[in-house]
Nanobody
Framework: QVQLVESGGGLVQPGGSLRLACAAS????????MGWYRQPPGKQRELVAT???????NYADSVKGRFTISRDNAKNTVYLQMNSLKPEDTAVYYC?????????????????WGQGTLVTVSS
């Protein structure tokens, strides 16, 4: 019963910025690592950035210095601030979370994916 919902995608010009958000809801006990992945047209899904529950971050080389991942644990939300966007950043961006949840009196670990949000960088 855990759901991730992404928002904030859209069309931007090269050099522009977007801020993505992903909110988790459901019977959540805790969320460990959260991350953003993307799938460019015709390519495999790739890691963009991750952030642990303690705030440790990791970025793909292609986005270092341009993207910033953050989270609000009280809101079960992860963000991705994308600056200096390039056409090659065009992709469907997916939110991912490693979640501890309760279902029928049991604790379970589950990896949950959002539905994806499209980011298009073009002039």
């Amino acid at each position: 019963q855990v759901q991730l919902v992404e928002s904030g995608g859209g069309l931007v010009q090269p050099g522009g910025s977007l801020r993505l958000a992903c909110a988790a809801s459901g019977s959540i006990i805790s969320i460990n690592t959260m991350g953003w992945y993307r799938q460019p047209p015709g390519k495999q899904r790739e890691l963009v950035a991750t952030i642990t529950s303690g705030g440790r971050t990791n970025y793909a080389d292609s986005v270092k210095g341009r993207f910033t991942i953050s989270r609000d644990n009280a809101k079960n939300t992860v963000y991705l601030q994308m600056n200096s966007l390039k056409p090659e950043d065009t992709a469907v961006y997916y939110c991912n979370a490693d979640v501890i949840l309760t279902t029928e009196h049991l604790y379970r670990r589950r990896e949950v994916w959002g539905q994806g949000t499209l980011v298009t960088v073009s002039s």
